[in-house]
């Protein structure tokens, strides 16, 4: 079964730590996404990737950094520079490059809370 | 900046009943898509409706765009408790500074049995 891979579901993290977050797909995209989900929000875009190599920020980059080694995975880094860390983090990708036509795929997401 | 804006924030109907979700937003679009989420789970992709299309149907599910108002609505029929959960509408649009989709803040659905 194709699909997208999170890990972990929860984590917990301490002041002026950083944590990786981990995000795999089988679905052979190109496009792959990082977004934020507060309590009651919407989705805001973090970063995205629409090939190898490359990564652009989005709405709200500041305090992550993600890497684009593989295709099938795109690891979001928080940083200890990221104040207000805890949230539902949630990847995504889409065919082709770019979502702008393409339905986005999710994870399950991580729930990062600080300790 | 957020574009797509739901209304109602929540919405709670009888099983059987239709729910009629509403988006609105700001700038001209090149497709709008609705999304559902379960508590806790990521979120899943219903329907994808382009700017030149004005009505598209997909099982229970009918989605309609009016440009000019800059506005669509999700109708769900025969609504069932398994339609409990929250829906996003999302719109895709060219010239803006990232390759994504703006969503909005969601409508919560609940199907009382």
Redesign the interface.
Known sequence: DGGITQSPKYLFRKEGQNVTLSCEQNLNHDAMYWYRQDPGQGLRLIYYSQIVNDFQKGDIAEGYSVSREKKESFPLTVTSAQKNPTAFYLCASSMGQGGLFQPQHFGDGTRLSIL | ??Q?EEDPQALSIQEGENATMNCSYKTSI??L?WYRQNS??????LI?I?SNEREKHSGRLRVTLDTSKKSSSLLITASRAADTASY?CAT???GGG?????????THLIIQP
Not at chain 2, 40 to 45: A, E, F, M, Y
Not at chain 2, 98 to 106: H, N
């Open positions: 900046s957020q797509g090149n497709n898509q806790g789970r990521g979120l899943v992709h994808l382009r996003f895709g649009y060219s990232a390759d994504g989709l703006t969503f909005g803040k969601g």
